[in-house]
């Protein structure tokens, strides 16, 4: 503990000691009582900007600051004793490095505190069940992102003093330069980080906008959604960043790349194709996710849309996968959004039903089907005589039933069917299936009736 707080004190006396001393300098300079030395400085920086006209404040500031310490590390080597002033590299004192050690280590209690005051706003936000705090997720997105722009740029500001040191003879300066680069590439990943982050809280909004609605295709809208500005921001960040540390312009590089993009584009027609046919299934919405449809043959439930494809699960259970501009350029049957189901059906009855017998089968099934379940004001049921087939005398029944629910249909259709088949096999009403009648000549009801030919009279033969 006592080399501890004798160290502490030290540091804390060079501390003050260099802040006096530069209260004084900037106290001389307004009383314009400069010293040679300073207008010798101030040529130098002068001329080190002309060489350098691309520095920025940070720049500025840390030279400034490193020759306040040059300046400052003379003086105090006569009260320290000359070690505090001798160099490390290339002209670099040891007070210069502890200084930038120490602006280093500022910045990490900076940081440290900035992600606890984050955290600790983030804890204090109530959670309630079924509802978002968007401030939770705002100050989550911006969490990390601004925790790595506070290092990079507060890295690159504490070690700004250090940078003067290696400028080469041609006014050049690799050190600096990189640096600058990562900086400033720290700064983009940064900010593009952020945006990244920020769909998120995009995401969420939509997802409750979604489920707000009854289309199913809003649930998928706001994922492919969500992913295009993600894969979006993607881009963007690496077109800014090769442009960062290469210098290159992109915007004349895409340029000459016309004749390429348009082989790519070819190429990539129907993926293209494909990926329009996306945006009309979901704008346009034919259907919805779950319901059943009929499209090319395949009969089945819509699983996913995707980018590129639809799935459908078939009602064999197997999958069928569709490309997305073959379901918007073809015919499609939405059976799920039909109001209500229809019942088309022939009974037929032999030919030897009397009148009287056809009647009462009319009047049998009218009665049968008349108010029935699943029966529409709009749609009453239709029962009719309607024809002769080859083998039967054919009635015809229509009737729909609402709602379009399969199964509850199908047990309705039981029990009328048996209902039918009881009330016809009470009235000794045959029903007719495939037959064959051959009718002979002579029989009872036909008899055969011969016509001469001839004039004169024939006589049997005597015997």
């Not at 030395?37 to 350098?52: G, L």
């Not at 290469?246 to 990539?268: D, E, F, N, R, Y």
């Not at 494809?309 to 064999?316: D, F, G, K, P, V």
Request: neutral net charge; proline residues 4%; hydrophobic residues 45%.
């Amino acid at each position: 503990m006592t080399v501890f707080n004798t160290m502490t004190r030290f540091i804390l006396s060079v501390m003050v000691f260099f802040l006096l001393s530069v209260h004084m300098e900037i106290a001389d300079a307004q009383t314009n009582t400069t010293t040679a030395d300073q207008t010798q400085t101030a040529q130098e920086s002068v001329q080190a900007e002309e060489n350098k006209p691309d520095i920025g404040p940070i720049d500025q500031a840390g030279s400034q600051v490193g020759k306040t310490i040059d300046r400052f590390g003379a003086k105090a080597s006569d009260r320290f004793g000359g070690w505090i002033n001798s160099k490390v590299y290339d002209g670099i004192s040891w007070l210069k490095i502890l200084f930038c050690m120490l602006l280093v280590f500022m910045v990490v209690i900076v940081e440290r505190i900035v992600r606890w005051v984050i955290v600790r706003k983030m804890d204090a936000i109530p959670q309630v069940d079924g509802k978002i705090s968007w401030l939770r997720l705002i100050l989550r997105a911006v969490l990390r992102p601004l925790s790595l722009l506070i290092w990079v740029y507060g890295i690159y500001g504490a070690l700004s003093p250090l940078y003067v040191h290696f400028k080469a003879a041609d006014g050049s300066n690799l050190v600096h330069l990189v640096f600058q680069k990562t900086a400033s590439a720290g700064v983009i990943l940064a900010s593009f980080w952020f945006i990244y982050q920020f769909v998120n809280v995009v995401d969420v909004r939509l997802s409750q906008w979604a489920k707000t609605t009854e289309s199913t295709i809003d649930d998928i809208l706001v994922p492919l959604f969500g992913k295009t500005l993600r894969i979006f921001t993607v881009i963007l960040a690496g077109i800014f960043l090769v442009q960062n540390l290469t210098g290159v312009k992109i915007g004349p590089l895409l340029a000459s790349l016309g004749i390429g993009g348009i082989a790519v584009a070819l190429a990539a027609k129907d993926s293209i194709a494909n990926f329009f046919g996306t945006l009309t299934i979901l704008f346009d919405k034919p259907f919805q996710v779950g319901e059943r449809i009929v499209i090319d043959n395949y009969d089945g439930v819509v699983e996913d849309v995707g980018f590129r494809s639809t799935r459908i699960r078939l009602l064999t259970g197997h999958l069928v996968t569709i490309p997305n501009e073959k379901m918007v350029n073809s015919g499609l049957e939405n059976i799920a959004k039909r109001p209500n189901i229809r019942w088309l059906t022939n009974i037929g009855i032999t030919y030897d039903t009397p009148p009287e017998k056809i009647e009462k089968a009319v009047s049998i099934l009218r009665e049968i089907v008349a108010d029935h379940e699943g029966m529409h004001p709009d749609f009453p049921p239709r029962v009719y005589f309607n024809g002769f087939n080859d083998w039967s005398l054919n009635i015809l029944m229509v009737i729909w039933y609402h709602p379009p629910e399969y199964w509850q249909f199908q047990e309705w259709v039981q029990r009328t069917c048996l209902e039918i088949t009881w009330q016809f096999s009470s009235e000794g009403i045959d029903f007719a299936f495939p037959t064959r009648t051959l009718h002979l000549a002579n029989d009872a009801k036909r008899q055969l009736k011969l016509e001469l030919l001839g004039k004169e009279e024939i006589t049997a033969p005597q015997s």
